[in-house]
């Protein structure tokens, strides 16, 4: 055996040559400055310990597979014979696992012997009284006392190697040069950039260290050269009694350019600082989990955790150091000393030694052990115990909100850290707030969510944090809480029946209408002028098959007893057997033109025979622009007119504008809709304004908006379906409700925003669940 000294014994020093290395290996020398943060490096205060085991499925963890870096996907493929997915999955479920045994053996729970089996934790315990405390951690369990550890007498060899052929960082010590490799960046007093690494690389040592440059693992054959000054030797250093762990304050700026990760390698040619791994907390061992390391002599390899917390001697006999060890079947060859051993995105510990000597060069697989100084543990052996100076650095992502800008009250406001888990903070700090106006911890994939505040609107800022040091940038934003509305449907078992069941709401026992209003329920053109129509003569619209009067429309027609009746449409639309039907209940005329816009003149004039404030021009060619449109129309009291919208206006329509002398001219939709060349022709008929947003959704908003400043209810039709929608414009125009368009699947969230600033506190949803699906019932937004 060759102790952790003599690997070091009489290596010329290499030429200081070569370009700036940007990054350490194991993980990067240091990082970026983070946001600010108060607090001192005293240890990490994160999320309470986990006193359960969760669910762990493969499925939650895709995303964060898809994101490892190639080569360590590699490592976990070949060394441990599963997928990235299943690996961070059972990652997760082994971090948990460590923190609950130390719940437990807080709470006085005597567990002799832990270990992960894939997400599930088996337990042993001291005596059946601790049985049921531990099953209720959702372990399985068995009581027994520890077995005596195979690797109790074993000596490993420290994984440290002379400056011959790697990457790292190292140091000339006369005519000799060393090298180790980068373990984990963080903070050290006053938020110094320190990292550390193995004790027994700098043992005897306290002077500069520098950087190494190398461009791939040396067991593909690397070429390494010593660089500049990348810091020295600080703060705790000790190899013995249990420990091995040391730190470097990097001071040389050009070694900050890299977040806190750890270094990928792929056994290739390629930049070490590409695809690293980002790393996001920390974890203790427990035997059965898996496993894998960075260093610069092997790279990345992966393995199983065979024991924790086993005093191993590194050195070939029992007078040499003995380290507090995780004991793993990961290969490790000299000069990987001090890497980063990594549970998933979990700090494990670093790189002390293994089965090699400092003159084997290759992995033998099947027969490997390694041992790792842990980064926490159940003994006062580990990095957090004994640097009580130095907090780990970890990758924090700025909080990602799901939640719609516009939400229902009662609800949750929610999103995801990516790449976070339990051990993160989020804090969210609403309306300008100092301090936090609370805080949670998200769950293994990094979700997390929030009580919705009280209705009104609400700015916001959240802000994730590890520890007491690494924070990420703010997410900012503005969040609108209405109050979320009663909610209703009015429906038939058919376009025909749906407009019947509409024109009972809109009148439920009348004595007598004064005029019913019928039009073609098979094509929208005729009917889209036909709602303000009705609402102007006072009666509902009801929906006619072209050639037949449906039973349903004829018992409604006769129920309402009108005083007339108006056909709107030629006999192409409605036939005149219908007319003949329908006049044989009231006298009956029709209203038509030449075409659908000489049809909408009629019928303006038909219904409006003097003034009219407001004329509403939509185009004849679509539906979604009218069916808003009728109601506004109706609330202000004015004809809706169908225009081409291309071009300039014709006579006929100048003529029927100029007859209502209208003080407002409204036209809706946007330029690709009614042209701009058109509404310039509109100049010195009225005062024109377009309303318009970027959909239909939004230019129904925009119609409300400047019709409606108030209302109780709302209305809402199908906006890519039109008939129930269009006996549904003259409803909400009888009702003096403004009608919205909406999604089959959810309702816009503008739709929402609205009713807000009106005040509404119900919705009716208008037709049956094909042309408006479930989810309007219980008020899905989009």
């Not at 969210?428 to 009104?456: I, R």
């Amino acid at each position: 055996m060759v102790s952790a000294r003599s690997m070091f014994a009489g290596v010329s020093v290499l030429a200081l040559t070569g370009a700036l290395l940007a990054v350490g290996v194991g993980a990067p020398a240091a990082t970026a400055a983070a946001p600010a943060a108060t607090g001192t490096p005293n240890g990490p205060s994160h999320a309470p310990t986990p006193t359960k085991m969760g669910d762990y499925s493969a499925s939650r963890f895709a995303a964060a597979a898809a994101q490892l870096p190639p080569a360590l996907a590699d490592a976990v493929e070949r060394d441990l014979g599963t997928t990235p997915q299943q690996y961070l999955s059972d990652s997760a479920a082994a971090a948990d696992a460590a923190g609950v045994v130390q719940h437990l053996r807080d709470s006085g729970v005597k567990v002799t012997d832990a270990r992960i089996d894939g997400t599930t934790l088996r337990l042993r315990v001291a005596s059946a009284a601790d049985v049921a405390a531990a099953k209720a951690t959702g372990a399985q369990v068995s009581v027994g006392a520890k077995e005596p550890s195979p690797y109790e007498g074993k000596h490993f060899n420290a994984a440290n190697q002379t400056a011959n052929g790697g990457t790292a960082w190292g140091y000339i010590s006369g005519s000799s040069g060393y090298r180790c490799s980068v373990g984990f960046n963080g903070y050290g007093p006053a938020k110094r950039t320190d990292f550390v690494t193995a004790g027994h690389c700098v043992a005897g040592y306290s002077g500069n260290v520098l950087g190494i440059t190398q461009t791939r693992p040396t067991v593909t054959g690397a070429q390494t050269s010593f660089d500049q000054t990348m810091g020295s030797v600080a703060g705790v250093s000790q190899f013995g009694n249990n420990v091995d762990t040391a730190r470097v304050n990097v001071t040389n700026t050009g070694y900050y350019a890299n977040p806190f990760a750890v270094a990928t390698w792929g056994g290739g040619p390629g930049d070490v600082a590409a695809s690293p791994l980002a790393v996001r907390g920390d974890a203790a061992a427990i035997k059965g989990a898996s496993m894998c390391k960075s260093g610069s002599t092997t790279g990345w390899t992966c393995g199983t955790i065979m024991d924790v917390d086993e005093t191993v001697t590194v050195g070939p006999d029992s007078t040499y150091p003995q380290v507090n060890s995780i004991v793993t079947s990961a290969c490790v060859l000299a000069g990987d000393s001090g890497g980063a051993a990594m549970l998933g995105g979990f700090a494990l510990g670093t790189t002390t030694g293994s089965s090699h000597g400092e003159n084997e060069h290759a992995c033998t697989p099947g027969n490997e052990l390694s041992v790792f100084f842990p980064m926490k543990s159940a003994t006062p052996y580990s990095i957090e115990a004994v640097q009580t100076d130095w907090e780990l650095g970890v990758t924090v992502s700025t909080p990602v909100v799901s939640t719609p800008a516009t939400v229902w009250t009662g609800g949750t406001f929610s999103g995801q850290v990516p790449g976070a888990n339990a051990q993160t903070t989020v804090s969210l700090y609403w309306d300008g707030a100092a301090v936090p106006s609370a805080t949670t911890h998200p769950d293994g994939t990094g979700a997390w969510s929030f009580p919705l505040p009280a209705a009104g609107t609400h700015s916001y800022k959240l802000v994730a944090s590890w520890g007491a040091n690494s924070v990420s940038a703010p997410a900012t934003g503005s969040l609108q809480v209405v109050p979320k509305p009663t909610a209703s449907r009015i429906a038939g078992g058919d376009r025909f029946d749906s407009s019947v069941q509409m024109s009972q709401a809109a009148f439920p026992s009348p004595a007598h209408v004064p005029y019913v209003v019928i039009a073609n329920g098979v094509a929208f053109p005729d009917a889209l002028s036909a709602a303000p129509a009705a609402v102007k003569l006072g009666g509902p619209l009801l929906l006619t098959a072209p050639g037949y009067l449906p039973a349903s429309v004829q018992a409604e027609v006769q129920r309402l007893h009108p005083d007339h009746i108006l056909v709107v449409g030629g006999p192409n639309a409605v036939s005149d057997d219908v007319f003949t039907s329908l006049n044989a209940i009231a006298p009956t005329e029709r209203a038509y033109g030449g075409d659908r816009f000489g049809t909408a003149q009629a019928v303006a004039t038909k219904a409006f025979t003097s003034t009219a404030s407001s004329v509403y021009l939509v185009s004849g060619g679509n539906f979604p622009d009218a069916l808003s449109a009728g109601a506004a129309a109706s609330h202000a009291g004015g004809p809706v007119l169908l225009v081409p919208g291309g071009g300039t206006a014709d006579a006929g329509t100048l003529a029927a504008i100029d007859r209502l002398h209208p003080t407002a001219i409204k036209v809706v939709g946007g330029v690709n809709v009614i042209a701009d060349s058109y509404v310039q022709s509109l100049s010195g008929h009225g005062t024109v304004t377009r309303l318009a947003g970027g959909d239909r959704f939004a230019t129904a908003q925009a119609v409300n908006a400047d019709a409606f400043a108030s209302a109780a209810n709302v209305e809402l039709a199908s906006g890519v379906a039109f008939p129930d929608a269009l006996a549904g414009s003259a409803l909400a125009g009888n009702r003096g409700d403004p009608l919205y368009i909406s999604l089959p699947g959810c309702i816009p969230a503008s739709v929402a925003s609205e009713m807000g600033r009106l005040g509404a506190t119900s919705l009716t949803a208008l037709g049956g669940t094909a042309a408006l699906g479930p989810a309007i019932d219980s008020l899905t937004l989009c």
